[in-house]
């Protein structure tokens, strides 16, 4: 390793397939890397790859989710605090099985919502009391209506939503900027098996590409793909009588 990094990203639930994506879309940019997720030690070839082929440190770090009491005690023991914090965490359950095992169902909830929201507060009042920062949280389209096929993750993820939307206008001005990502259907492992349109499908390397450049651009809420702002839109408008007629 014998490149300094530029600035550093902590990516949390870096096991994904979307925070994989990502950590080598910023590694390529000259970014040291902290990767946080539950077992760790299951990073290790991820480790080792990104800091051979990009020569950038790369740091592993345990973090669970849904301890959020052992949030504060994560943040305060990073290395250094971060330039840029990412949320790729997520949990996409089973609608029909979560319906009937509502303890499922919470865990969905905690892992789209609460896990999420709790880290980025303790990161969001770190990097204030610093005056700098991006915050990045992954959230869905799923979360811009409620849907009989979908609703226990897209409720979870609307939540999501609108708290970065409010932590994004309470940061407005400290130094701290704060992204909303939506990236639709995206082909990972998580989705395995599902049947997804093309044209609406993106590939993790797809959304690692739109978060750095939503970074660069200081964008504040985006869609991977525009096309879904449109089919949100039109989802969205349905009168309340139709859309109660209609299992999307």
């Known amino acids: 390793m014998d490149r300094n990094p530029k600035a ?17 879309r910023y ?19 991820e480790k080792t ?10 740091t592993l770090l345990a973090f669970d989710a849904l301890r959020i009491e052992d949030h504060a ?17 997520g949990l996409l359950g089973r609608q029909e099985a979560d319906e ?15 896990g999420p929201a709790s880290i980025l507060s303790h990161l969001a009042n ?39 939307s409010g932590l994004r206008n309470r940061l407005a001005g400290r130094g701290v900027h704060v992204i909303t990502v939506s990236p639709g259907f ?24 739109a978060i750095f450049k939503a970074q660069e651009k200081r964008r504040n809420v985006i869609y991977v793909r525009p096309i879904w702002r449109l089919i949100m839109l039109v989802i969205r408008s349905i009168p309340e009588p139709v859309f109660k007629r209609l299992k999307i």
């Open 8 to 24: 550093t990203v902590l990516l949390l639930g870096a096991r994904s397939d979307v925070a994989r994506a990502t950590a080598r």
């Open 27 to 45: 590694a390529a940019a000259g970014y040291g890397i902290l990767l946080a997720a539950r077992d760790p030690e299951r990073l290790q070839a």
């Open 49 to 58: 790859d990104l800091e051979l082929r990009y020569r950038v440190p790369v």
């Open 73 to 89: 005690a994560f943040v305060a023991a990073l290395p250094a605090l971060p330039d840029v914090a990412i949320s790729a965490i």
């Open 100 to 114: 009937a095992d509502i303890p499922a169902a919470i865990t969905v909830m905690r892992s789209n919502y609460e």
């Open 126 to 164: 770190a990097f204030a009391a610093r005056g700098s920062g991006t915050i990045i949280g992954i959230s869905s389209v799923a979360g811009d209506r409620g849907r009989a096929t979908n609703y226990i993750y897209g409720s979870a993820k609307a939540g999501f939503t609108a708290f970065l």
């Open 186 to 209: 995206i082909a990972t492992r998580m989705t395995a098996g599902m049947d997804l349109p093309e044209k609406l499908t993106a590939s993790p390397d797809e959304v690692a590409e």
